[in-house]
């Protein structure tokens, strides 16, 4: 038997990168998926969103692993569509065991640079819609009353100093704090909250394409490549191992083995899948 068999499993900004690895990761495992995405583009970011043809292109890829899938087009910043999607998809599905809280945007600028639009939205997207997954999900949990498992993505910025990234590290930040109070308030019912915290994946929001390769999208990737900025900026990027780069199924590894009941003792905690940047 599958470690997810017969399970199902709720994940956001499922449209491509790490949300398409997850969806299908756990649906090799033997999980149904309910995915949503907004498939639309945001002020505050410079590289391409993500499209409904995207998101259809999971749904496809989740229903070659003979699993089924109830996916939706809609913004997490919206309380009441995400709480709809919830009743529906567990009306179908008929139950709920994992919520993977995974979308996310970022927005590139010095501090002193970034506007309050950049920051409102960054801001909204990162930190007050994963609330709102949150506040849909964990009535339903626990009132089913069998346990489960909830794993928020947040980054190795979520526990560092990023340089260039204030609105993206405070909300990441924020998700580590956010996390572990859930952890305490929802242990009694056997429910577990973890955050992984990616380093370097190749996805569209670090500037990669489909075909891994690196594009323009960080504006200030070329800071770094100034000697004056890389001599002190530099090590914050640098890695123990010797990859700099991840695949999204690197960290949907990680997500996998916290949906399971191989982490059933373990909850509040923050798991780095970084390569060892924060070793450092």
């Known amino acids: 038997m599958k470690r997810l068999s017969g399970k199902v499993a709720l994940i956001t900004g499922a449209a491509r990168g790490q949300g398409r690895a997850h969806a299908v990761r756990l649906a090799t495992e033997g999980a149904d998926i309910i995915a949503f995405d907004s498939c639309g583009a945001f002020k505050s970011t410079n590289y391409d969103p993500s499209t409904p043809a995207d998101l259809e292109e999971t749904a496809r890829l989740v229903e070659a692993q003979g699993r089924r899938v109830v996916w939706r087009q809609l913004d997490a910043r919206d309380f009441s569509a995400v709480k709809d999607l919830v009743v529906e998809g567990t009306r ?3 139950r709920l065991d994992t919520v993977v809280v995974n979308h996310g945007i970022c927005h590139y600028g010095y501090t002193w640079d970034v506007t309050e639009e950049n920051w409102d939205e960054v801001i909204s997207v990162n930190l ?3 609330w709102k997954v949150l506040k849909a999900v964990a009535p339903y949990l626990m009132g089913q009353g069998q346990g489960g498992s909830i794993v928020v993505t947040s980054s190795v910025a979520g526990v560092r100093g990023q340089p260039f990234l204030a609105p993206y590290v405070a909300s990441k930040h924020a998700l580590v704090g956010l996390t572990k109070t859930l952890a305490n308030e929802l242990g009694q019912h056997r429910i577990r909250v ?7 994946v190749k996805t569209p929001m670090a500037g990669f394409d489909w075909n891994g390769e690196k594009g323009e999208s960080n504006p200030f990737a070329g800071e770094l490549n100034k000697p004056e900025i890389a001599a002190t900026l530099g090590p914050i990027f640098m ?5 700099k780069w991840m695949e999204p ?5 990680t997500v996998a083995f916290l949906a399971s009941d ?3 003792f373990i909850t509040g905690a923050e798991f780095p899948v970084d390569c060892g940047s924060t070793a450092r």
Request: aromatic share 0%; proline share 4%.
């Open 128 to 130: 007050t819609s994963v």
């Open 239 to 243: 890695n123990a191992l010797a990859e």
């Open 249 to 253: 199924e690197d960290v949907a590894n």
């Open 194 to 200: 973890n955050t992984v915290l990616p380093g370097g």
């Open 92 to 94: 179908e599905l008929g």
């Open 262 to 264: 191989e982490s059933k």
